[in-house]
């Protein structure tokens, strides 16, 4: 059994953010009070052995639901596989991610679906939960067999990585997705628009010389998605949103009822255009870094809830591969191991989101939408959990990452506020940064 004494909880499921003590036993979470006496719980422990953490100065929350997380198995294990990003995900202070399809062969069946369910269970660490690809073989034509893919394990439909160019096919998706009450994850790119763009268009890209991927190769794919939503009434979830336009029709759909969330993710929410260097592949990223506004307009959107929740989009690479010129590296941040250390850090230390409202998009929201345990410590529930220390700080080094990437715009940096304690069902899978 498990005493964490006077931690400050935050909640959001049950609207709790005020300190308290926890007991978990039976890898459960028992109870939550606002003190007991040592007295109260060696009587709850019934003799079970006991363990006292003095939780004074942390924070205590749900084990965080990453949505958006890249695992590359099956067929690219030289860059990350379910076990190595699993056990970066404790890490980090995720208890649940959510497993992108654009796998080599994608994950286009129930087969490959229970086979990331397997991966993830002998793993044993964060619970991996499959996204199934909208259409066979992500080829953007024809769709899943999404009900037999459900039945295997999958929580979600995506063709990430890939936007689905034929609108046709995206409606029939979204319609056909309303008979498993799952939502699609739209990765919203028009092909001809990003054409072979390396960043964001404007003028850091004009200035660096490297060619444009212009706004409206985001916005106008949202736009078309928020309308099919609309038309069919089907569950709509749209992926790492990155340009102002974006948060505008978001927020004009969501008025007007559309089934719609949207997920942020934490580079967007940090960096922009004007930080990438030529010599820095650890910032191309896709979508690409924004301007100073849009970084604005997606922090604003998070506060007022047009963006829902927020997802690493974790898109680990070999160094070899992001060694290669800006023009001819991969896409993507690895970012399991520090989203929420840096979120603390960029944006919760300057006071310009709270950490209630962090925990809230990272946890409850994510559960709520995708219909998965996990993201709430009401007693009775599976205790998976983190416990966060504001002074904890660490240089993030290439020996310490779990991850099989190194591709963070964090390396050698000293960086503050850390997951201490991670627990996945009652077990401590984390302790002192170090996985157990
Ligand atoms: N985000 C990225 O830059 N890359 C992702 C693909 C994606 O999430 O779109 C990847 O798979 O590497
Ligand atoms: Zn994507």
Redesign the pocket.
Known sequence: MWWLKDVWVIDPSQKISASRDVLVKGGQVLEISSSLTEKEVLEKAQGESLETINGKGKFLFPGLIDV?T?LREPGQEDKEDILSGSRAAVRGGFTTIMA?A?TQPPIDNRALIEFVCRQGERAGYAHVLPIGTVTKGMLGSELVEMADMKEGGAVAFSD??KNIQNSEVMRLALEYAKLTGFPIIS?CEDKDLAGEGLMRRGVASGRMGLRGIPASAESVIVARDLILAEETGGKLHL??ISTTESVELIRKAKARGVDVTAEVNPHHLIFCDEEIGITDTALK???PLGSRGDREALIEGLRDGTIDMIAT?H?P?TQAEKARPFAEA????ASLETALSAVWQYLVLPGRLSLDRVIEAWSDTPAQRFGLPGGSLKPGTLADMVLFDPDFSEVIESAKLVSKARNTPFLEKTMQGFPVMVWVEGRLVQRDRTVI
């Open positions: 958006h890249h992108m654009n990430d990585g990765h992926a790492h990223v896709n979508p989009d898109a690479h991969p896409f993507g941040i």
